[in-house]
């Protein structure tokens, strides 16, 4: 099955500053690779989503590239701020052939005041 | 995107007893998909429920110890039976969206002493 790896666990950034984390994934067919931000008591929310027929997608201060040759894509978050604090998970799935994701391990961003 | 709801958000149960949690959606889904999150760590799938079928479940969970009921198109429910502290887990519930998307519920906490 699919497996997604997810770098680094923690990141602590100063507000301003950028953060970016990087995964990799193992099976060729996947297709779409969305990304969750989950808050401390909160289910996992869509911050942005990315299909293999796209290099790069972006959405005001968050942006996400792929690599299919590569099998890796990574999130990028700009001008960072306070409420950006929060775990991000990275998932990767076949898209309409299986619905099902794989999620990588999560990191914990920390933003610095 | 849907807006899905989770009862209950948190409990605290026994051991050897079984706690049953809901999930709603607000518009009707033809995927339904359960989720547990085990503390501090990613989100592993329980199982698909698709209306009208028996849930598919992954490997490693089965239907005696994850009992799933797909009424209708807005409504599920997962029973984690004859629960044991290592079933002390957030467990979450997810719906396909437009392609290819899931969206999260709150989540449920559950505390297994």
């Known amino acids: 099955g699919e497996n997604v790896e997810q770098h680094p666990s923690t990141l602590s950034v100063q507000e301003g500053d950028s953060a970016v984390i990087k995964c990799t994934y193992s099976d060729s067919a996947s297709n779409y690779f969305p990304w969750y931000k989950q808050e401390l008591g909160k289910g996992p929310q869509l911050i942005i989503d990315?299909?293999?027929?796209?290099g790069e997608k972006k959405d005001q201060r968050i942006a996400v590239t792929l690599n299919k040759t590569a099998k890796h894509f990574s999130l990028h978050i700009t001008e960072t701020q306070p409420e950006d604090s929060a775990v991000y998970f990275c998932a990767a799935s076949k898209g309409s052939e299986d619905y099902k994701l794989s999620f990588g391990a999560g990191t914990t961003v920390t933003v610095r005041a | 995107s849907a807006v899905i709801s989770q009862k209950p958000s948190r409990d605290i149960c026994q051991r050897g007893t079984s706690l049953t949690i809901q999930c709603q959606v607000d518009?009707?889904?033809?995927?339904m998909f359960w989720y547990r999150q085990q503390p501090g760590q990613s989100l592993t799938l329980i199982a698909t429920?698709?209306?009208?079928?028996?849930?598919?479940?992954e490997s490693g969970f089965v239907i005696d110890k994850f009992p799933i009921s797909r009424p209708n198109l807005t409504f599920s429910t997962l029973t984690v039976s004859n629960m044991s502290p290592e079933d002390s887990s957030i467990y979450l519930c997810s719906v396909e969206g437009e392609s290819e998307t899931q969206y999260f519920g709150p989540g449920t906490r559950l505390l297994v002493l």
């Open positions: 429920a698709n209306q009208g079928s028996e849930a598919t479940y």
């Open positions: 518009s009707q889904v033809t995927m």
């Open positions: 990315i299909r293999s027929n796209v």
